[in-house]
């Protein structure tokens, strides 16, 4: 007989790879062979086929059915393969014709019924076929809003093996996929709600024009965590490369939501405290799976109560933090996932906590140990640095006369506006991208404006590394001021706003 062929996809973290599978039957003993580097789940898929192609209403081959999956060093992981499996088979005992698998890519997990259930990851794989030169794609039909997201390729859902089969001989045509839905925003509060705290909001708001890491410090009960939570109302919505990024990474968690996939809103990933370093930037056995940092990727990591975490969660996160990314090394292979996200840290000054810093009972050495775990090198790293005072009466009062989240967002929008005039053509969509070469070259600022940083830096109050976020800081300053480059003023907040010591 001659061989059966099917195309499928074999991913690796994003990085998906054309996986062709080959079926051919020939003379000996019945039985089924699958070879190309399967896992172990992968292996039960001749079993969970063969039940799904005879409760389908075929006969499955009679003799020896040898299987390959090519690349053959190529490791496979998951179910996604059962459709092509199946369709590759009955193509190769001639009970469908294959001519119309040219270009298509199969994805699927078979029931023993001949469902055709979901599978993670199907957003990611249809990226790489379409970039690989495939231009059809079949998957179950839960994930056809999912599938199609992607442009350039005709996506096509089955809820069941018979589907496809009589899709292939022409007798029928499969599901389509609807108009791509966008994620409904979530209900994140209006900054109004905030009491008091009038120089918090205003880091806010910087941090969210200029896309700065934040840390927020003070007693609880002051707002800290309510105000972290409104940062995603600031933000602007996500454009189409950045949605597909991010709603790429849920396919692969399988965090997706059914109805409307595609990720607009900036999405905010606030994981517990006593999360490993696993679940906070990536793990697992075999291929590693993405963490909340890879979750949180165009959108907000909140680490409330953050020196709760321990020094071994929280300096994981360095690396990440520069480079955007997060590459993580398995037995099964090495796999990268985006993470640029803008971090909030938010935590009390001390183990005891009270409202009032003078009622406080921690000795100075433990309140050292205490904020300690926050390291010199992971501050170094976050923007904007605001200590919050307790809420007073007079407060409560004013509260309804501070800015809402709409009116403070249309500053940002504009600042975030101006930012990506001056830097497009670079590449760059915010201040906090922008690499410290070209803030002290191309775009230098006259050494009257930036004398203060230079005098901190002589002192050694400020790192290199903080001298370039002091000079990110004070571009977004001067876009919130709508202003055409920094002030000596602008120069000088920014150095305030990451140490009050350095000024």
Partial sequence: ????????????????????????????????????????????AKDRVRA????????????????????????KVGSAYDLAIAVATLVAAGVVPGS?????????????????????????????????????????????????????????????????????????????????????PDDVGDLADVVGQPEARYALEVAAAGGHHLLLIGPPGVGKSMLAHRLPGLLPLLDDDEALEATAVRSVDGSLPPGAPLIRVPPLVAPHHSTSVAALIGGGSGIAAPGAISRAHRGVLLLDEACEYGAERLESL??????GEVR????????????????VLATNPCPCAPARESECSCSPAVRRSYLGKLSGPLLDRVDIQVRMRPVTAMDAHAGSTVDSTEVVRGRVLRARERALRRWSEQGWRTNAEVP??????????????????????????????????????????????????????????ALEFRDRRAV
């Fill in 1 to 44: 007989m001659p061989l059966g062929r099917a195309w499928s996809i074999a991913l690796l973290g994003l990085r998906g790879t054309v996986v062709e599978v080959e079926a051919d039957i020939g003379a000996g003993l019945p039985g089924t062979k699958l070879l190309g580097l399967p896992d172990p789940g992968l292996r039960e």
């Fill in 52 to 75: 799904a192609v005879r409760n389908s209403g075929n006969s499955w081959p009679d003799k020896q059915v040898t299987l390959g999956l090519s690349p053959a060093n190529l490791p």
């Fill in 100 to 184: 119309g698998l040219a270009g298509t890519t199969l994805l699927g997990e078979l029931a023993l019924d001949g469902r055709i259930r979901h599978v993670r990851g199907v957003l990611p794989s249809l990226l790489a076929a379409r970039e690989a030169g495939m231009t059809r794609a079949v998957v179950p039909v839960e994930s056809l809003a999912e599938g199609g997201l992607v442009p350039g390729m005709q996506v096509h859902g089955a809820a069941e093996l018979t589907e496809v089969l009589d899709w292939l001989r022409a007798d029928r045509e499969l599901h389509t996929a609807p108009e791509a839905a966008a994620q409904a």
């Fill in 318 to 323: 360095r690396t990440a933090l520069e480079e």
């Fill in 328 to 343: 993580l090394a398995r037995s099964r292979g090495a796999v990268t996932y985006p993470a640029r996200f803008q971090l």
């Fill in 436 to 493: 410290g070469p070209a803030l002290r070259q191309e775009f230098a600022l006259p050494a009257t404006v930036t004398a203060v940083l230079d005098r901190a830096l002589e002192r050694s109050a400020v790192t290199a590394r903080g001298a370039d976020r002091c000079l990110r800081l004070a571009w977004t300053l001067a876009d919130l001021a709508a202003r055409d480059r920094p002030e000596p003023e602008d120069v000088a907040a």
